[in-house]
């Protein structure tokens, strides 16, 4: 398996506001994903972070709102930008190991008021 | 139609019962089969996957996938209380673009009580 950590676990903020939300995998990985769960929903991709390329969105995910940045195979964050009460979800990422098993970190989860 | 649909529940059931758990697909391209268990306020955990028609068994679990349908089941046998959660069925794409991206179902609620 593959041990992955988020950082922050939670936070509550002010619309209008951004938040980075940090993951980080116990080894290198090519492969990385971020999801939001709407609460009371189940997972939608959000976008695929690839260390070496630009993050690639799923339609109705776009950059300005939702920056990505993949600096190493270890590590990725995801940005909520400008955010509004309708951001509020928990985020979690991903890692997929030989292209079978994906594991997925804790989450994180936001609160906008 | 959603790609994935998975009968949300909830559902209840007493311990020691066998729970079967369900979802169906409607992209043929889908090529792995994966199920989730995500308890209260943490991240899915995952418990089985596989890439073939037939049955994979692992302990009291057992994935059943038949692709001639784009069926796919979770078999979970002698149910403890502990294995209240939600499960989630989840179906990855292995070509092109869809490479390693996951379909989820809506998820079941699974209570074992006591």
């Known amino acids: 398996s593959a041990v992955i950590s988020q950082k922050p676990s939670r936070d509550i903020c002010q619309r209008g506001t951004s938040l980075t939300i940090q993951c980080q995998v116990d080894s290198q990985v090519t492969m990385m994903f971020w999801y939001r769960q709407q609460p009371g929903q189940s997972l939608t991709l959000i976008a695929t972070?690839?260390?070496?390329?630009?993050?690639?969105?799923e339609s109705g995910f776009v950059i300005d709102k939702f920056p990505i940045s993949r600096p190493n195979l270890t590590f990725s964050t995801l940005t909520v930008s400008n955010m509004s009460p309708e951001d509020s979800s928990i985020y979690l990422c991903?890692?997929?190991?030989?292209?079978?098993?994906?594991?997925f970190g804790p989450g994180t989860r936001l609160t906008v008021l | 139609q959603k790609e994935v649909e998975q009968d949300p529940g909830p559902l209840s059931v007493p311990e020691g019962a066998i729970v079967s758990l369900n979802c169906t697909y409607s992209n043929s391209a889908f090529q792995y089969f994966m199920w989730y268990r995500q308890y209260s306020r943490k991240g899915p955990e995952l418990l089985m996957y596989t890439y073939s028609s037939g049955n994979k068994e692992d302990g009291r679990f057992t994935a059943q996938v038949d692709k001639s349908s784009k069926y796919i089941s979770l078999f979970i046998r002698d149910s403890q209380p502990s294995d209240s959660a939600t499960y989630l069925c989840?179906?990855?794409?292995?070509?092109?673009?869809?490479?390693?991206?996951?379909?989820f179902g809506q998820g079941t609620i699974l209570t074992v009580h006591p």
């Open positions: 989840a179906i990855k794409g292995v070509g092109g673009t869809s490479y390693g991206k996951l379909t």
């Open positions: 972070a690839n260390q070496g390329s630009e993050a690639t969105y």
């Open positions: 991903s890692v997929d190991r030989q292209g079978d098993e994906q594991f």
